[in-house]
């Protein structure tokens, strides 16, 4: 397991890091192409193909030119970062001069810098009255709870079976269940009063702010007291979900009855690929070891607003 982390580090330091961000998605869309070589033998064979998979089949005639235009990239990419270590190089130069003169303006722009987080703090608090009261004061969601229960099953198990099939080699774990868990909880939290909290509005409010403000600044402290979650880690399963084509698809409106076969074709879809890499998160009890187990009690405190 070590050796592929220092061969990618080995990759980074003789390509650098432009070449490596180039190559990185060269391996990505030629790991997807084979997923398609495997698509069409499933074909020839009789099987069927799901919706992700027949969509991801017709994206093939635009693979291979696009593969084949990164590849012409490189000569040119290189040229362009050895230009671009002159500019800076030759701006160096100058950096000494430019110091002396800069150092009451870096002054003025460190005062003006503190003003203008004053100001997204405050922008943050003002924007959070909003979402807090307005989630609050919101009953239409109560009648219909049926549907929006579909309808965000449907989206969760889409967003795990994009991230299956357009998974790359160095993306890390792919996303599961509980990932999901603790993104909505950390929602709820940033927009809400914990359920039998005995805090007033006010205070709640308050709470909501400086949670909102430890996502903001990408804080390593803990979601919540006795989590092994932090909001860095949250943001990177958030971040990863923002990379998917889940995040970019257009979605096709369809009526309820077709949402609710949606939602099983796509649990026993999600349920096949992810068997023997996801397990499966349940209400009650502990998850991947004593760790998971003390983020599962998170949830149930919490998942509820």
Avoid at 98 to 121: L, P
Wanted: with cysteine; net charge negative; proline share 4%.
């Amino acid at each position: 397991m070590a050796a592929i982390p220092s061969s990618h580090s080995s990759e980074t330091a003789t390509d650098g890091p432009v070449l490596s961000l180039l190559n990185k998605r060269i391996r990505a869309l030629r790991k997807k192409l084979n997923r398609i070589s495997q698509m069409e033998e499933s074909l020839s064979r009789g099987k069927s193909l799901n919706k992700e998979q027949e969509e991801t089949l017709r994206s093939k005639p635009s693979i291979v030119p696009l593969i084949d235009e990164l590849e012409r990239f490189r000569q040119p990419l290189l040229q362009a970062v050895d230009q671009e270590i002159q500019i800076a190089l030759e701006k160096s130069d100058h950096v000494s001069e430019t110091q002396s003169e800069g150092g009451t303006a870096q002054e003025e722009n460190v005062e003006r810098s503190e003003s203008d987080e004053s100001g997204a703090v405050s922008a943050v608090a003002d924007l959070l009255k909003l979402v807090y009261f307005g989630s609050m004061f919101d009953v239409r969601t109560l009648s219909m709870a049926h549907e929006n229960l579909l309808r965000r099953t449907h989206e969760r198990n889409c967003c795990l079976s994009y991230d299956y099939v357009t998974d790359e080699d160095d993306a890390g774990e792919p996303l599961k269940e509980l990932d999901l868990d603790l993104v909505a909880l950390l929602g709820g939290l940033v927009i809400s009063r914990p359920p039998n909290s005995s805090l007033s509005h006010k205070d709640s409010l308050k709470m909501c702010v400086e949670r909102a403000n430890l996502w903001l600044s990408n804080s390593n402290q803990p979601i919540q007291p006795n989590s092994s979650v932090t909001y860095t880690g949250l943001r990177e399963k958030l971040n990863k979900i923002m990379a998917s084509d889940f995040f970019t698809t257009t979605p096709q409106i369809i009526a309820s009855v077709q949402v609710t076969a949606a939602v099983g074709n796509f649990t026993s879809f999600q349920d096949l690929l992810h068997r023997s890499i996801i397990p499966h998160v349940g209400v009650i009890g502990p998850v991947e070891g004593s760790a998971a187990g003390s983020e599962q009690e998170v949830i149930q405190r919490g998942r509820w607003f």
